[in-house]
């Protein structure tokens, strides 16, 4: 296992209360022993103009599900995750239904992690593939 200590699905979803994460409708809901995943509806929260899945969202629940993930790693009284860089690529318009995020470790390291977030659609069909690197802070 590659978290801190053990974490479970209501407290990471009690992170969520009263910010973007919240607002747009994304829900944890699974930790494994090296990923963690989520899911964001696909409505009028989260689609741009056209009628398909905002690319700004996309990178919301990218980097959601991984800072919630680096935060996991480290010792919350000593440390933050703060997001340093993000891309994403968007390979699928998904106009309806829910994504699901899976993150997993590229590299935790002592100040960096690496993650790679995949996004599916309902059909289970890759629609984006993201990469988040958070720098590992002390708390002050």
């Known amino acids: 296992m590659i978290w801190f200590k053990k974490y479970d699905l209501e407290m990471l979803n009690g992170l969520r209360n009263a910010n973007m994460a919240g607002l747009i409708g994304i829900e944890f809901t699974e930790i494994g022993d090296d ?7 696909v409505n009028e929260r989260t689609k741009q103009a056209f009628g398909i899945l905002h690319g700004g969202a996309s990178c919301v629940l990218s980097e959601t599900v991984g800072s919630v993930a680096s935060w996991m ?14 891309n994403a690529n968007h390979i699928r318009p ?12 590229v590299q935790i390291g002592r100040s960096i992690h690496v993650w790679n977030i995949e996004m599916f659609k309902d059909d289970k069909k890759l629609n984006c593939v993201s990469r988040l690197t958070c720098a590992i802070k002390d708390q002050k």
Do not use: F, H, N, R
């Open 94 to 105: 998904v106009t309806e239904g829910y994504v699901t995020a899976i993150c997993k470790a």
């Open 35 to 41: 990923y963690l995943k989520a899911t964001m509806p």
């Open 73 to 86: 790693c480290i010792d919350p009284s000593k440390q933050m995750a703060v997001g340093l860089e993000i």
